[in-house]
């Protein structure tokens, strides 16, 4: 991974040229941040929802291209974050994500968990005020980001997960084997994550936006 230091003087070069000053805060834990995935049918159903498609196809279809996927280089072995422009191209991460599935032979036995955690942005008032708009009669927000500044985004919700128990994050109320799950500690792999950047909500002026990450555990 790239230093975030090198990724934030990036962001500022996009900045420049025009992308939404969107900033991450934080990661936040909710009150039940897994869903165990007890069948590999109940698996694909939740591969085809992250990736829009089948009858997800058409969710929030004008943003999808926002969101970022995790994808495999095959002939590298690599794991690689990129975003989509088309249902072709993220079948396409499908039926790779479907054939590391099988080389990994997830344990449907409480072993397959999804984990959905929030990313926190902000905006400066001044900016927040540039990007609100009216669509279908509701007042939102619009946000213009170059491809550089939307993965720069990602990659601070990514270290901001990895380095969650050294950054204090709380998550006591949660069951042991979930707080291992936090912690990393009990996590054999991780099958595939995606930042969900095509339904951000809004509350008390922070934009939230969900981090989800299938883990096949130990």
């Not at 990724?7 to 025009?18: D, F, S, T």
């Not at 995606?194 to 989800?212: R, W």
Request: proline residues 3%.
């Amino acid at each position: 991974m790239e230093s975030l230091r090198d990724v934030k003087r990036v962001m500022e070069r996009e900045i420049e040229k025009g992308s939404c000053p969107l900033q991450f805060e934080y990661l936040e834990f909710g009150e039940k941040p897994f869903q165990f995935i007890e069948s590999e049918k109940k698996l694909n159903e939740v591969l085809s929802y992250l990736l829009r498609l089948g009858e997800y196809r058409g969710y929030t279809e004008h943003l999808v291209g926002n969101n970022v996927y995790m994808d495999l280089d095959m002939l590298c072995r690599k794991i690689q974050f990129k975003r989509t422009h088309s249902p072709v191209e993220r079948s396409e991460i499908h039926w790779k994500i479907q054939r590391y599935k099988n080389k990994l032979k997830p344990d449907y036995a409480g072993k397959v968990c999804l984990e959905m955690v929030q990313c926190i942005f902000s905006l400066p008032e001044n900016a927040a005020e540039k990007c609100r708009i009216v669509y279908d009669g509701q007042e939102t927000y619009a946000f213009a980001m170059s491809n550089k500044y939307i993965l720069g985004l990602f990659t601070h919700c990514e270290a901001a997960r990895k380095s969650a128990v050294e950054d204090g994050v709380e998550f006591v109320h949660l069951p042991e084997n979930e707080q291992k799950i936090v912690s990393l500690e009990n996590v054999r792999n991780v099958l595939f994550q995606a930042l969900l950047l095509d339904n951000v909500t809004v509350e008390n002026g922070l934009f939230h936006a969900q981090m989800c990450t299938v883990m096949l555990l130990k």
